[in-house]
Nanobody, 115 residues
Framework: QVQLVESGGGLVQAGGSLRLSCAASRTISRFNVMGWYRQAPGKQRELIAVITSSGDPNYADSVKGRFAISRDNAKNTVYLQMISLKPEDTAVYYC?????????WGQGTQVTVSS
C-alpha cells in the first residue's frame, strides 16, 4: 500500500498562486505516472496534469501555461505550482500515483479561488 497526502490548498483571490504538494509514503520512482486531478462540485473528476517517471509533463488545456507539475524523487513528493488562478479552478485537488503496484489516491485538498 502507498499513502498519498496532499497539502497546500486554501483560499486565494483570483490571479493568485498556490503550490500543492503530494507526499508519498513510498518511493515515487516506482510509479510510471504521477498526476493531479480535480473535482469541482457537481462535476466529474478531471485529469489536469501528469508527469512520467522520466519527468515529462503533460497538461489539460484548461491549465496549460498556468500550472506546472514537478516531482522530487528524493523527497517522494510531487508538486503542482498554480499561478493566475481563476474562480473556475475552485475544486478539490487529488494526487494520483499509477504504477505496477497499482493505482493510489490521496484524500484531496480544497482549493478555493474567490473573484
Amino acid at each position: 500500500q502507498v499513502q498519498l497526502v496532499e497539502s497546500g490548498g486554501g483560499l486565494v483571490q483570483a490571479g493568485g498562486s498556490l503550490r500543492l504538494s503530494c507526499a508519498a509514503s513510498r518511493t515515487i520512482s516506482r510509479f510510471n505516472v504521477m498526476g493531479w486531478y480535480r473535482q469541482a462540485p457537481g462535476k466529474q473528476r478531471e485529469l489536469i496534469a501528469v508527469i512520467t517517471s522520466s519527468g515529462d509533463p503533460n497538461y489539460a488545456d484548461s491549465v496549460k501555461g498556468r500550472f506546472a507539475i514537478s516531482r522530487d524523487n528524493a523527497k517522494n513528493t510531487v508538486y503542482l505550482q498554480m499561478i493566475s488562478l481563476k474562480p473556475e479552478d475552485t475544486a478539490v485537488y487529488y494526487c494520483n500515483a499509477n504504477g505496477l503496484m497499482g493505482v493510489f489516491w490521496g484524500q484531496g485538498t480544497q482549493v478555493t479561488v474567490s473573484s
